[in-house]
């Protein structure tokens, strides 16, 4: 068996040992007879699951009482207008800060349900850094204020919070969920779709501070209302059951075999300290995001030269370490070193980056 080293934004890749884990279980479950694919989501086996992964959730993100933990479906994408139809609710306004192409998307879905307003912006260098902001900024009236923590396409992140004082800060953490610690009660609304840090794709993980949920607009379809899954337990209609069980898996690799979100923190600096520390010394190689800004878990670099980077993602395919090909709208390469990426997945990419820097001179 050859596994690659999968350098994919999304979905991407998940820790051996789950893998092996979810193999094993496969045909019989827990004695069960059934695999979690098969079960029914009302049978007393697969609630043990969900109450389990949604514990994960808490314990490891010290997720305190009054939020509500969900396991949606729908993507990221779905949470673009589900947030406005919830808490777009008092005086129909948001403030959004546009970092990226998925804030952009999150801005444009809100527009369609009230007064939005786009306080700040990096497109004018391609997104490539984190726009500074300060509380005066933001419409005091603002229903929510939102970001995008980890902008996946760029590789830019948020190291520090904007100020928003009382107006609940909303963010996407898709692409960072659980890579480090996060402080929950700074943030009214966390969603993340699974299919980068958790699981596989189908499974959205939403955690909402409870007094905001509620009040959905009238024209919220029942599935889009927080409070209609919030009040089932996740279990309002039939929940992506396999993949809350994946979730369920990652999330124990990460308590026990990693030691929680210090000790994953410490692993993705080490794995991204590798690779930029190799990008600021590369005569070949440049890193695009400003350096204050940048993400531990997407990495965009460039040769500047099109055909050359061309020729670097046929070979680093070649040799096993795979989509490494940058997002159409950046060009060049982009490294994303998820959690489950291991130390040697980066030290192999920086290896082969020298030699083609000393092969391409
Ligand atoms: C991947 C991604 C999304 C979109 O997620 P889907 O589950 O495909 O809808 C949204 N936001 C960020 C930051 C992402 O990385």
């Given at each position: 068996?050859?596994?690659v080293y999968?350098?994919?934004a999304?979905p991407?890749?998940?820790?051996e040992?789950?893998l092996k884990?979810?193999?094993a279980e496969?045909?019989?479950?827990?004695?069960s007879?059934q695999?979690?694919?098969?079960?029914?989501?009302?049978?007393?086996?697969?609630?043990k699951?969900?109450?389990d992964?949604?514990a994960l959730v808490?314990e490891?993100?010290?997720?305190p009482?009054n939020y509500?933990v969900l396991f949606?479906?729908?993507?990221?994408?779905?949470?673009?207008?589900m947030?406005?139809?919830?808490?777009m609710n008092k005086?129909n306004?948001?403030?959004?800060i546009?970092t990226?192409?998925?804030?952009?998307?999150?801005?444009?879905?809100?527009?369609?349900?009230?007064?939005?307003k786009a306080?700040?912006?990096s497109?004018?260098?391609?997104f490539?850094y984190?726009p500074k902001?300060d509380k005066?900024?933001?419409?005091?009236d603002?229903?929510?204020?939102?970001i995008?923590?980890?902008?996946t396409i760029?590789?830019?992140?948020?190291?520090?919070?904007?100020?928003?004082?009382d107006i609940?800060?909303?963010?996407d953490?898709s692409s960072?969920?659980?890579s480090?610690?996060?402080?929950?009660?700074k943030f009214?609304?966390?969603?993340?779709?699974a299919?980068?840090?958790?699981?596989?794709?189908?499974?959205?993980?939403?955690?909402?501070r409870?007094?905001l949920?509620?009040n959905?607009m009238d024209i919220?379809p029942?599935?889009?209302?927080?409070k209609?899954?919030?009040d089932?337990?996740s279990l309002?209609n039939?929940p992506?059951?396999?993949t809350?069980?994946?979730?369920k898996?990652?999330?124990?690799?990460?308590?026990n075999?990693?030691g929680?979100?210090e000790?994953?923190?410490?692993?993705n600096?080490k794995?991204a300290?590798?690779?930029?520390d190799?990008l600021?010394?590369s005569e070949?190689f440049?890193?695009?995001?400003?350096?204050e800004d940048?993400?531990l878990?997407?990495?965009p670099?460039?040769?500047?030269?099109?055909?050359?980077?061309a020729?670097f993602?046929?070979e680093s395919?070649?040799?096993?370490?795979v989509?490494?090909?940058?997002h159409?709208?950046?060009?060049?390469?982009r490294?994303?070193?998820?959690?489950a990426m291991?130390?040697e997945?980066?030290?192999k990419?920086v290896?082969f980056m020298?030699?083609f820097e000393a092969?391409?001179?």
């Amino acid at each position: 068996m050859a596994r690659v080293y999968n350098f994919s934004a999304g979905p991407s890749m998940l820790p051996e040992s789950v893998l092996k884990k979810a193999a094993a279980e496969m045909l019989d479950y827990e004695r069960s007879g059934q695999s979690v694919m098969e079960m029914s989501h009302r049978s007393k086996v697969f609630d043990k699951i969900i109450k389990d992964a949604e514990a994960l959730v808490r314990e490891i993100m010290n997720v305190p009482d009054n939020y509500k933990v969900l396991f949606l479906q729908g993507g990221g994408s779905t949470q673009f207008a589900m947030i406005p139809l919830n808490l777009m609710n008092k005086n129909n306004k948001a403030d959004y800060i546009i970092t990226g192409q998925w804030a952009k998307k999150a801005y444009k879905e809100a527009a369609r349900y009230g007064d939005v307003k786009a306080v700040a912006s990096s497109e004018d260098k391609t997104f490539t850094y984190i726009p500074k902001t300060d509380k005066s900024m933001f419409r005091e009236d603002a229903d929510y204020v939102y970001i995008c923590l980890n902008n996946t396409i760029y590789g830019t992140v948020y190291h520090e919070l904007p100020d928003t004082g009382d107006i609940p800060l909303v963010a996407d953490i898709s692409s960072c969920i659980m890579s480090e610690p996060l402080d929950v009660s700074k943030f009214g609304l966390l969603f993340a779709g699974a299919q980068k840090n958790l699981a596989g794709a189908g499974v959205t993980i939403v955690i909402v501070r409870e007094d905001l949920i509620g009040n959905a607009m009238d024209i919220t379809p029942t599935m889009l209302d927080y409070k209609i899954h919030a009040d089932a337990g996740s279990l309002y209609n039939t929940p992506p059951c396999y993949t809350i069980y994946i979730a369920k898996l990652v999330m124990e690799w990460i308590k026990n075999e990693v030691g929680g979100l210090e000790k994953m923190k410490e692993r993705n600096e080490k794995k991204a300290k590798l690779l930029y520390d190799f990008l600021d010394s590369s005569e070949l190689f440049k890193g695009t995001v400003v350096a204050e800004d940048r993400s531990l878990m997407n990495v965009p670099f460039v040769t500047g030269d099109t055909e050359l980077d061309a020729k670097f993602v046929k070979e680093s395919t070649e040799a096993g370490l795979v989509n490494l090909k940058g997002h159409r709208t950046v060009g060049g390469m982009r490294a994303s070193i998820y959690n489950a990426m291991p130390y040697e997945g980066v030290e192999k990419l920086v290896e082969f980056m020298k030699k083609f820097e000393a092969e391409n001179k």
